[in-house]
DNA sequence: GATAAGGTCTGTAGTAACTACAGACTCAAA
DNA sequence: TTTGAGTCTGTAGTTACTACAGACCTTATC
């Protein structure tokens, strides 16, 4: 069902295996309407087509970027509107870009800290220990 | 109440205050067990004192370290035993300094990829973006 | 046709680490 | 005494999933 009535009907098992994507979150991206609601067989089976895969590997991408889900639904919004701007995509991810560079920025700080502390470590069976003194300071 | 007994007794507000803590996460960390339940008035009000003080320190620096509270549950559990040894600790340090690490790679990837691609926009009102084409591929 | 295996459906609960709120109670000061 | 502030409890909301139970459907095999 789905596969034979045009060649190109998915059920949701394939979308996941074409996208890398958990069978679970296909749903819940649905549920918070960041995907849209497929047509169903009579049995109320999802079928996607090539739009949806293309739509989940738009989501997939961004949050291996980072994009938060609601960010990428104002991106898709952008997308879907077909009047979006260049202008406005950039400004967005530019705005993620100082997001991204500020947490990187922290954690190479929690870094130095922990590689300092780390450093000073005996090693040894002793109850003295750097890196709790470290916590409690 | 409380301040009057000896001079040290702390209410939560009191705690918040002298830890920089959110004074519900307080509740939290007991609830989950990570802080000790403390000792009440009569009519129920937690009473703290420096030892509490000390540990929510301990705690909070740790979250700024990045550790999990199940880590730093561990790590408590260690104090607490009064014979944890600095070997211990700092195996346990130095993976997460392993993963803070991984998480810089991670981020730093990302950034990479983003800046370019928002180098590539021209900016203008047009409909073509080198953002959203990096998201689709 | 019967049956068994596997896929899909729904709703719901669990994860981390909080944060916030409602409604009841208590305390301190004017 | 009354008012305002602080505290108590339990519970719900947040982000981004992931997993499961129990019912239903489909497919393959005999």
Redo the contacts between chains.
Sequence with gaps: MGDHVSGKGLKRADLARRTGCNLETIRYYEKIGIMPEPPRTASRYRVYDERHV?RL??IL??R???FSLDELRE?LRL?DR??????E??TM??Q??AE??T??AD??Q??K???A??AQ????????????E????
Excluded: D, N
């Design positions: 293309a590997r738009f991408r961004g291996e970027l980072g991106l997308v077909g009047t979006q701007t260049c202008a995509v950039k991810t530019e993620h870009l991204v560079r947490k990187i954690l190479k929690i870094e800290v922990l590689a502390t780390a470590c005996s090693g040894g069976e002793v109850p003295e220990c750097p890196v709790l470290t916590l409690a300071s």
